[in-house]
């Protein structure tokens, strides 16, 4: 085993990324020189008007929309909350069904158990064993009733990728808002909003090195939305609140940048995911990839280690100076196993040893053969503290990589 | 997230192991996230001479199972018995909120090993 090395190997970036350089640059002077309220008429507040206005155009070019169809939020929750329930105060009268999958971020599936205790009926459509929806299935699941469809453009914990233009054109075909969350395809995916035939889609600016806490929903035109959050008269009265002038710089910025490294990103870290994957497979029996072989995000890393506890490998990896996450229940606030992989026919105790790494444009080879060189020996000896493996070890004669 | 104390049970755990011809075996799972333990007893003279754990679970799961070997280890029966799951978390320096329910399964499988250790002993004198 090599020596914990100086820096954390940070593997978690759909958790969060590390602002930027280039975006804190940008970001800094709204803080302090430039700290007028856009509202106001003066000099400094016309400064940040023009900072505001520069960002929506920025962002609204990266993904092909017009600047007025960008409502700035304070992230990827809110931007789905605001569609979510904006879509559906504003269809009541129409109908009270909505359409989502099993795998959403819990910014989706929390609100839609929220909307349904508010008399909203809302199908939870199912996932193959990759984590992909299909299209189909949506078009069979929409009635009269159906008011809105919401189905993640790629999902957060498994990498997989849905086919969100299919989706998207039964939709338009049945006349049914569809909106998709897109906080992680940003960066990674091409986002044209009309190519994907999306409604209303959700960007989260800190995952694709922007600053935390501040987001974008886009709302084609047209689109009905009751807004959210009642006050000023700000983004064209659907999001009330002073804007946060520095973060919305940071995250035209940041988009702006994703979009010109994509495909460079895509390739580089790419590269990492395949020799991270295959060498995961190649040293250490009992383990399954989760989500798709090739549909998946070129950044996630998504294995279940049988017999042995996803926090227990996570502390291991962080006594080694590796940052990840895992799917466990142990590591959950509820104490259930992921929802994304019991969606997916994961058996509830191989859930429990599921691990993500998730990299990004700054991991290295070296860094990625270093994970390789600890992660046989961490898992190696948690099964031979796990009561499960030695019956199941000798029962099952050896891994299914 | 944890102590020190119990970050080092669970670096290096004490007493990890079977015991291929243990007096008493006992397992418990844990309901609240499927976690499992497995203690093996020896006892000789009414006293746990050797005791040998394996555990499926979380970080504190893993140290409250290293813990309670290290408290019952040469204890009297009857001395074992009484040790409950929250002394084993009190000698570990406590534990973060959400995972006192880990520590319901140390002095639980302990004492169901004792239970088997004693069906064992008063089905053989019958
Ligand atoms: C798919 C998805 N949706 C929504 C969110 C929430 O975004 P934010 O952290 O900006 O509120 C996340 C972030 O974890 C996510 O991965
Ligand atoms: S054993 Fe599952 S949370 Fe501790």
């Known amino acids: 085993m090599e020596n914990k090395p100086d820096k954390v190997v940070y593997m978690d970036h759909s958790a969060t990324t590390a602002v930027h350089p280039k975006v804190l640059d940008a970001m800094l002077p709204y803080f302090s020189e430039r700290f007028g309220n856009a509202s106001s008429i003066y000099g400094l507040a016309r400064e940040a008007r023009r900072a505001l206005d520069q960002s929506r155009q920025t962002l609204a070019e990266g993904i092909g929309a017009k600047p007025e169809e960008i409502i700035f939020t304070s992230g990827g929750t809110e931007s789905d909350n605001l569609a979510l329930k904006g879509v559906a105060d504003a269809l009541r009268s129409k109908g009270n069904h909505i359409i989502t999958s099993a795998i959403e971020h819990h910014a989706i599936l929390h609100v839609c158990e929220y909307l349904s205790k508010r008399g909203y009926e809302i199908t939870y459509l199912p996932v193959d064993k990759h984590g992909i929806v299909d299209p189909d299935a949506v078009g069979r699941a929409i009635t009269e009733g159906t008011v809105l469809v919401s189905i993640m453009h790629a999902n957060n914990e498994v990498g997989t990728i849905e086919p969100i233009a299919e989706i998207g054109r039964i939709c338009k075909e049945r006349k049914v808002v569809f909106h998709s969350d897109g906080v992680q395809a940003v960066g990674k995916l091409p986002i044209k909003v009309d190519e994907l035939g999306v409604d209303l889609y959700s960007i989260s600016a800190h995952k694709f090195y922007g600053p935390k806490g501040v987001g974008a929903l886009y709302v084609r035109r047209r689109t009905p939305l009751i807004p959210q959050a009642q006050g000023g008269s700000q983004e064209r009265n659907r999001r009330a609140g002073t804007e946060n002038t520095a973060g919305i710089v940071g995250l035209a910025t940041a988009i702006a940048m994703a979009e010109e490294r994509r495909d460079d990103y895509n390739r580089k870290v790419g590269a990492l995911r395949d020799r991270l994957i295959a060498g995961i497979q190649e040293r250490i029996p009992s383990v399954c990839l989760n989500g798709h072989p090739t549909r998946r995000l070129s950044n996630n890393v998504n294995f279940c280690f049988q017999y042995v506890e996803g926090e227990s490998i996570l502390l291991n990896l962080d006594l080694m100076g590796v940052a990840a996450s895992s799917g466990s229940a142990c590591t959950s606030a509820s104490l259930e196993p992921s929802h994304v992989l019991l969606a997916m026919g994961v058996q509830p105790e191989i859930a429990h040893g599921s691990v993500r790494l998730t990299l990004g444009y700054d991991n290295t080879e070296q860094e990625v053969d270093y994970v390789l060189s600890i992660l046989p020996e961490i898992i190696e000896r948690l099964r031979s503290m796990s009561p499960l493996y030695s019956k199941a070890g000798a029962a099952a004669g050896g891994g299914n990589g | ?126």
């Open chain 2, 1 to 126: 997230m944890y102590s020190d104390l119990v970050m080092d049970h669970f670096s290096n755990p004490r007493n990890v192991g079977e015991i291929p011809d243990a007096d008493g075996v006992g397992t418990a799972g844990n309901p609240v996230c499927g976690d499992i333990m497995k203690i093996y007893i020896k006892v000789k003279d009414d006293c746990i001479e050797d005791i040998k754990f394996k555990t499926f679970g979380c970080g504190a799961a893993v140290a409250t199972s290293s813990m309670v070997t290290e408290m019952v280890k040469g204890k009297t029966i009857e001395e074992a018995l009484v040790i409950t799951d929250k002394a084993v978390a009190e000698a570990l320096g406590g534990l973060p909120a959400n995972k006192m329910h880990c520590s319901n399964l140390a002095a639980t499988t302990v004492h169901k090993a004792i239970e088997d250790y004693r069906s064992k002993v008063g089905a053989g004198s019958r």
